[in-house]
């Protein structure tokens, strides 16, 4: 299976996410990307389609801590940034979108980093 297929088959998988996750202003739908190298997070109100906030293994802060963005400490600290952030913009509550990845690794590291840093979802 080439790696076209993969990611045919992830984006297909996600259209199919989609259709159940939806975003508000009080409840963004927050979305995860992986590449073999870093990993992002951002929360999106669907309705007014922004982008609430973001974060990545790019940001200042995790950069200077992680030396490889694409491991499962580092998605740990991503989560930890964005936590952080919603808490900031007066956010609770998410609804998580794994974007048709896998729940395990570095999507479920950080989604167990932002609940533990005050999530719900």
């Known amino acids: 299976m080439s790696s076209k297929d993969k990611v045919a088959r992830r984006k297909r998988r996600h259209k199919h996410i989609l259709k159940r996750c939806f975003g508000t202003g009080e409840k963004p739908r927050v979305i995860v990307y992986r590449s073999l190298k870093h990993f992002y997070v951002q929360a999106v109100d669907d309705e007014a389609g922004i982008v609430i906030t973001g974060a990545s293994t790019f940001s200042p802060s995790i950069c200077s801590e992680v030396s490889y963005g694409g491991n499962k400490p580092a998605a740990g600290k991503v989560g930890e940034l964005m936590a952080q952030r919603l808490k900031e913009k007066g956010i609770s ?15 479920k590291e950080c989604a167990e980093a932002m609940r533990k840093g005050g ?3």
Request: no cysteine; aromatic share 22%.
């Open 93 to 107: 509550k998410i609804v998580f979108d794994r974007a048709g990845y896998k729940y395990h690794g570095r999507v």
């Open 119 to 121: 999530m719900e979802f």
